[in-house]
């Protein structure tokens, strides 16, 4: 859980200053929201993903209720980007670069906690 409050941490400095950059840079406002959406989708991801391996190591058994929320997750941020790409409201590379800064957090978030153990 605590690399998880780093990786939100980290998030919450790196994502706005990219938005700003990002939004001086383009002129803009799809881009920007576009980071905005995939940095959320990626900290939603994991930490729904955290919470059901903790859940699993935690002694609870597999059931179809972990499968399908899972499922459901998926198929929700799916429809919910492709409404957002599909309306023009958000650039398809801002939520790219989003996602892949929340990613490489992500990872260097992980090495740092492979080393130190």
């Given at each position: 859980?605590?690399?998880?409050?780093?990786?939100?941490?980290?998030?919450?400095?790196?994502?706005?200053?990219?938005?700003v950059f990002s939004g001086i840079l383009?002129?803009?406002?799809?881009?920007?929201?576009?980071?905005?959406?995939g940095g959320l989708t990626g900290i939603?991801?994991?930490?729904?993903?955290?919470?059901?391996?903790?859940?699993?190591?935690?002694?609870?058994?597999?059931?179809?209720?972990?499968?399908?929320?899972?499922?459901?997750?998926?198929?929700?941020?799916?429809?919910?980007?492709?409404?957002?790409?599909?309306?023009?409201?958000?650039?398809?590379?801002?939520i790219l670069t989003g996602f892949t800064?929340?990613?490489?957090?992500?990872?260097?978030?992980?090495?740092?906690?492979?080393?130190?153990?």
């Amino acid at each position: 859980m605590e690399i998880l409050k780093r990786v939100l941490t980290n998030s919450a400095i790196i994502l706005p200053l990219l938005m700003v950059f990002s939004g001086i840079l383009t002129k803009d406002y799809r881009f920007p929201l576009g980071v905005f959406i995939g940095g959320l989708t990626g900290i939603f991801n994991l930490r729904a993903i955290v919470r059901n391996v903790q859940s699993i190591t935690g002694g609870q058994r597999i059931t179809a209720r972990y499968i399908l929320l899972s499922i459901f997750r998926l198929i929700g941020i799916f429809a919910l980007l492709f409404l957002l790409i599909w309306k023009d409201l958000v650039d398809l590379f801002g939520i790219l670069t989003g996602f892949t800064v929340v990613f490489i957090i992500i990872i260097k978030e992980g090495l740092k906690e492979a080393r130190s153990i």
